[in-house]
């Protein structure tokens, strides 16, 4: 777990108002997976994508109860922010609001990665910039000391675990894919 310190106050090296307004964007863009669900209700309205929203859905709801009921209950692990004693410099200077809940696993990175794999199976034009993103809301997860590595590379795992299965299970049912 050392190391996930030291990489993590690595990247406060890379601290400037500039990276902290991206990166405060961006997590809080990802936030309670919101962004990620009206993309898929929008999806939901347009009748050649309703499969590719419902997909979406479907493996965010599936993330949400193991990775955010289940996972972070079991882990408990706390945040590299709670940390308080030996990094309160770092604490003191937070651009976004410290969460209230466990660390493992990333739900930033769970609720990024399933959107955005389930998007991908489906059409990869729109997919490839969801990953994109996913993968920058997952980063700013580190920047601003909410997540250690392990946790951000499990949502990562579990997310894109799920959305495939998902994706699986609806092929198996034999709906088609956005064309």
């Keep these: 777990m050392a190391w996930e310190f030291d990489f993590l106050v690595a990247l406060q090296g890379m601290r400037s108002p500039i990276m902290d307004g991206i990166m405060a964007f961006l997590s809080n863009l990802g936030n309670a997976g919101v962004f990620w669900i009206l993309l898929s209700a929008v999806l939901l309205l347009i009748p050649r994508y309703r499969k590719?929203?419902?997909?979406?859905?479907l493996s965010i709801a599936v993330?949400?109860?193991?990775g955010n009921l289940i996972l972070k209950n079991l882990v408990a692990r706390p945040r590299p922010c709670d940390n308080v004693?030996?990094?309160q410099a770092i604490?003191?200077?937070?651009v976004v609001a410290r969460p209230s809940d466990w660390s493992f696993p990333s739900?930033?990175?769970m609720n990024g990665f399933t959107a955005a794999v389930a998007l991908l199976c489906n059409d990869r034009k729109l997919g490839i910039p969801a990953i994109v993103l996913a993968a920058l809301i997952?980063?700013?997860r580190?920047?601003?000391?909410?997540h250690f590595p392990t946790d951000v590379i499990a949502g990562i795992?579990?997310?894109?675990?799920?959305?495939?299965?998902?994706?699986?299970?609806?092929r198996k049912k034999g709906w088609k894919r956005a064309q």
Excluded: C, P
Excluded at 52 to 57: A, N, Y
Excluded at 63 to 66: A, D, G, H
Excluded at 91 to 94: H, K, M, P, T, V
Excluded at 157 to 170: Q, R
């Design 63 to 66: 993330t949400f109860v193991i």
């Design 142 to 146: 580190l920047y601003n000391f909410m």
């Design 91 to 94: 604490i003191d200077s937070l």
């Design 138 to 140: 997952a980063f700013s």
């Design 52 to 57: 590719v929203g419902l997909e979406m859905l």
């Design 107 to 109: 739900g930033h990175s």
């Design 85 to 87: 004693a030996q990094y």
């Design 157 to 170: 795992v579990l997310g894109t675990v799920v959305a495939l299965l998902v994706d699986l299970l609806f």
